[in-house]
């Protein structure tokens, strides 16, 4: 009964041609989320309703695909989201970009209008710094003193990222990968931040690679990759991707 309703809802999605998740796992990948932790809210929500059909030997895994923060309002609800949702439910949290921007602002390596630039401003907003010193620049901005800001599990969870994870056929990345190069071999650079190069490349990467970073207006089924970052802080879309006996297919709302 069980490989009949497999087979079923893998012939209805069309995954049939992707490898299947590891015997008896179920993934769920995350897209970018951006600060918006009302979309987040209504991804687990649909994750936790999807999670409730599973089989009771099944074990699920949700994998989270970076870019937390900055652009949307509320960088820190997500992170504390997140930080929650890791004591009820087995999750991998990979490293974005921009926690490795915010990182190198606190730094001291990278300025606050660097920062400023790709949403720096709305993150340290919500995490209760003054907008209106941080625009008037009447002063210089601190990074030390904007840090004291961010509680120290947000710190600590920020420090904990992972740069990839393997899951049997498939490579769970922010970025991409850089083609040639192993998967051990590859920059935390290049993970975080590869863009032309990883998305032009029509070769084997020697997995699936399940990526965001690169914003699409539907989620993106290639042969060697899947990008599910469909750019919910602008388009109010967070998208799930479920991984399980049959390959992949949507999560829909």
Known sequence: MRSMISWLRGAISGASTYPPAPDGV?????GDIHGRSDCLAQAHERIDRDKARLFAEDRAVEIYLGDY?????????????????????????????HEMIMQSFFSGQTSFE??????????????????GELLRGESPVRPAELAALIPAAHRRFLAELLGYQLFGRY?????????????EEQS?????????EFLNHRGDFGSIVVHGHTPVNEIEFMPNRINIDTGAFATNRLS????DGDGPSVLET
């Open 114 to 131: 660097e920062w400023r630039m790709v949403g720096g401003l709305e993150t340290l907003l919500s995490y209760g710094a003054e907008a």
């Open 188 to 196: 935390i650079e290049d993970l975080a931040w590869i863009r032309d």
């Open 240 to 243: 799930v991707v479920r991984i």
């Open 26 to 30: 179920t993934l769920y990948a995350v």
């Open 69 to 97: 923060i900055d652009r949307g309002p509320d960088s820190r609800g997500v992170i504390d989201r997140l930080i929650a949702r890791s004591a009820r439910a087995e999750t991998v949290m990979l490293i974005g970009n």
């Open 171 to 183: 490579c769970f990345v922010h970025a991409g990968l850089r083609p040639g190069k192993p998967i």
